[in-house]
């Protein structure tokens, strides 16, 4: 067996799956976002390194207590949350919290360089929007606003790096992960020098490039004991989650795309050529040599349904024990017609990036009249999720070519009616692989291709890898839903450019 670990924006979870991909054991452990100031979201790089060692233990002790042979994985694949930047010392240990995806308080940077021509020529140097996720900006901004850590400082690293220097001592970043900090030029594999010059660093300041196959073996038998695990186990470098989990559902055809929804969101396809479209709509990552996942990410995923829940239905909190919250929001929603009686939500809570990038845009509900109770507003919240993906979708078409076929995964896939109202709004077929942990399968191909082994046949349980489908995770959308949508989306897209001067 492999385990794909995936460092997430919320959770840190282990999957041990076979060689078809089937799911043996799997460990999730939750850690917080801290939010120490309006606009700062961060995370403690202690907490978030102690849940991957802990997930990894975890799955192993299951695998011993539920086999009789005690199994041993061929190695430990990582895929992880990009964007992160961690401030360390000399001896590797932190001297800020992570400043995540979500961070905004370099917006005033990322804002004036945009919109200049160095901006414009950095975005095609490296792939990444100029946006205050990027590390670009973010150590812009600690160079103007916190010198005292500017200087202290000995690298800037990601978590993924992070953990890979408690385990191993050296300081490595796979070119997926890199491809979207803003500061790596994509063409030529080597950190930007423009990019470094605006920053005030040198490239010593940041971990070395590596291929996404990069192995190295263990050596530390008291934290291989704590994981359970051989002390010489293989640990793969692997990707960013984005990428893995276009690989990991099989979306790296041509008109093949991968939705993922999780506390964020994202569309993104597969190609063997950059992305250089003018109006920075979209990112361009690399997963390998003339593999690049082309797309957007959109801050208002998962995150919109657990602030809708916490705040307007009280009594769902209580299902957390006794029952399934996501299934009864789902009913409520279920119980209103498509369009929601014409109440329109921009889900943009968190601001926005892909395909607006502005940070400033803020949520509105528009269109409310008398008739519109609870449930309207619920499902015009999910609506609004899912609109703000298709937008970027267009995006996506204008520059790679017609999508004809969507792979849906995280928690969206978990969600029968969103995946049907994916399918009814994009008016494509939508199908669910058999795991919908894509981004941890994808870092277990990683792993397997990096030491030389074949994935195995898909089982019935795994069609969809092989380019089948079951049809019981077939998805057909409805024409006569998607004109209803069309309609809602014209006024959704309208109000934004209407509003978003006040944002």
């Not at 992880?80 to 800020?96: E, F, T």
């Not at 916490?310 to 009594?315: I, T, V």
């Not at 969600?415 to 009814?424: C, H, I, K, N, P």
């Amino acid at each position: 067996m492999i385990i794909g670990l995936d460092i997430g924006t919320s959770s840190a979870k282990a999957v041990a799956f076979d060689y078809e991909g089937n799911i043996l054991s799997l460990h999730s452990i939750t850690y917080p976002i801290l939010n120490p100031s309006e606009g700062w979201y961060e995370q403690d790089p202690e907490i978030v390194y102690a849940a991957c060692i802990e997930s990894i233990r975890y799955v192993m002790i299951s695998l011993k207590q539920s086999s009789a042979e005690i199994p041993k994985p061929v190695c430990i694949s990582v895929s992880s949350a990009m964007h992160g930047l961690i401030a360390v010392d000399s001896a590797g240990k932190p001297l800020s919290n992570c400043m995540i995806w979500a961070d905004r308080r370099s917006e005033d940077i990322a804002v004036a360089l945009e919109a200049s021509e160095v901006g414009r020529l950095l975005y095609q140097q490296t792939g990444t929007p100029i946006h205050p996720m990027s590390l670009l900006c973010k150590l812009m901004w600690i160079k103007s606003n916190d010198q005292k850590l500017f200087a202290q400082s000995h690298k800037f690293i990601g978590i993924k790096e992070f953990l890979f220097y408690r385990l191993f001592g050296v300081y490595v970043v796979d070119h997926s992960i890199a491809s979207a900090t803003g500061l790596f030029d994509i063409h030529q594999l080597t950190w930007s020098d423009l990019a470094l010059r605006l920053t005030g660093i040198s490239e010593e300041k940041l971990a070395s490039p590596v291929p996404v196959n990069y192995t190295l073996n263990m050596p530390n038998r008291e934290i291989a004991d704590l994981m359970q695990i051989p002390q010489d186990t293989p640990f793969v470098i692997g990707g960013s989650d984005g990428c893995l989990a276009n690989l990991g559902v099989g979306a790296i055809r041509p008109g093949v795309a991968s939705v993922t929804v999780g506390t964020s969101g994202a569309i993104r396809v597969a190609s063997p050529q950059a992305n250089q479209e003018k109006k920075q709509r979209l990112f361009t990552y690399l997963l390998r040599p003339d593999e690049y996942i082309i797309g957007g990410a959109v801050n208002n995923g998962g995150v919109l349904r657990n602030w809708f829940r916490d705040n307007f239905l009280h009594e769902f909190i209580q299902m957390e024990a006794d029952g399934n919250p996501s299934a009864a929001l789902d009913a409520l929603v279920d119980s209103v017609v498509p369009g929601a009686e014409g109440l329109i939500f921009l889900p943009y809570l968190t601001g926005e990036r892909a395909p607006h990038w502005n940070s400033n845009a803020k949520g509105v509900y528009f269109g409310i009249q008398l008739h519109h109770g609870r449930a309207h507003f619920a499902r015009a919240m999910m609506e609004g999720m899912l609109f703000a993906i298709y937008s970027v979708g267009i995006a996506l078409e204008e520059n790679t070519g017609p999508i004809h076929t969507i792979y849906a995964s995280g928690g969206l896939a978990r969600s029968s009616l969103m995946v049907q109202m994916l399918a009814d709004i994009f008016n494509k077929p939508v199908f669910i692989k058999n795991t919908v942990e894509s981004s941890a399968w994808g870092a277990a191909l990683i792993g397997l291709e990096a030491l030389g082994i074949q994935a195995g046949e898909p089982t019935v349980k795994n069609k969809q890898a092989a380019g089948t489908h079951d049809t019981e995770h077939y998805f057909k959308p409805s024409v006569e839903n998607h004109a209803v949508y069309m309609k809602n989306f014209q006024k959704f897209e309208h109000l934004y450019y209407l509003l978003e001067g006040e944002f």
